[in-house]
């Protein structure tokens, strides 16, 4: 059992670690992030082109997740806290990874747990594709398990998007996230 769960944080450390995490461009400036459209829950829709203007700060997750989601989502909670009215200028977005059981009414609700402000959004497969690829997110459906109680691996890094639109450097999944996360949140603002 202990070898089982040092094995699969391993995977979960190694899936936070991946190499498209890579932002930065060779002169050292930010990428265009890429841009999406998904319907809220309720009606409406989240469209990041819109968010202009505003730090939009993005985890993608799944709504059983029994550790890292609610762990950054928690993280999400005390770094808007300690923004002060500079959170009124932040997004944060949970994006779920796990289409086939959270409807967006799920993600909603999960996100909304940990701040009333927070949005929680879930498409199907095919529309969530190409939004994983274009942060560098990877998430697979971990053997075992039934159609209600699998896992889901997936990137652990928190993806930030400047008012410009650009992608900053990820913060990636650690003891001290919850710090690195509100002082590239706070650099994202300046």
């Known amino acids: 059992m202990q070898r089982g769960l040092i094995l699969g944080g391993v ?20 990428r265009p992030a890429p841009t ?3 319907a809220l829950a ?11 203007g505003r730090v939009v700060v993005l985890f993608f997750g799944y709504t059983h997740c029994p550790d890292v989601c609610p762990t950054t989502l928690s993280d999400f909670a005390g770094v808007r806290a300690r923004l002060g009215k500079d959170a009124e200028r932040v997004r944060f977005v949970f994006i779920s990874v796990d289409p086939a059981r ?20 879930s498409t199907d497969s095919a529309s969530l594709a ?29 993806f930030i998007v400047d008012p410009e639109g650009r992608q900053r450097e990820p913060v990636r999944f650690g003891p001290a996230r919850a710090e690195e996360l509100r002082r ?5 603002l300046e």
């Open 11 to 30: 995977a979960l450390a190694l899936a936070a670690c991946a190499p498209s995490d890579r932002v930065r461009t060779a002169e050292g400036g930010a």
């Open 36 to 38: 999406f459209r998904i």
């Open 42 to 52: 309720g009606g409406g829709s989240f469209d990041m082109v819109q968010q202009r």
């Open 102 to 121: 959270d409807t967006p009414q799920d993600a909603m609700r999960y996100a909304r747990a940990f701040d009333s402000t927070f949005v929680g959004l």
């Open 130 to 158: 190409p939004i994983m690829r274009g942060f560098g997110v990877g998430a697979y459906r971990e053997p075992g398990g039934d159609a209600r109680t699998y896992t889901v691996a997936h990137t652990a890094s928190v």
């Open 184 to 188: 590239a949140i706070e650099g994202a």
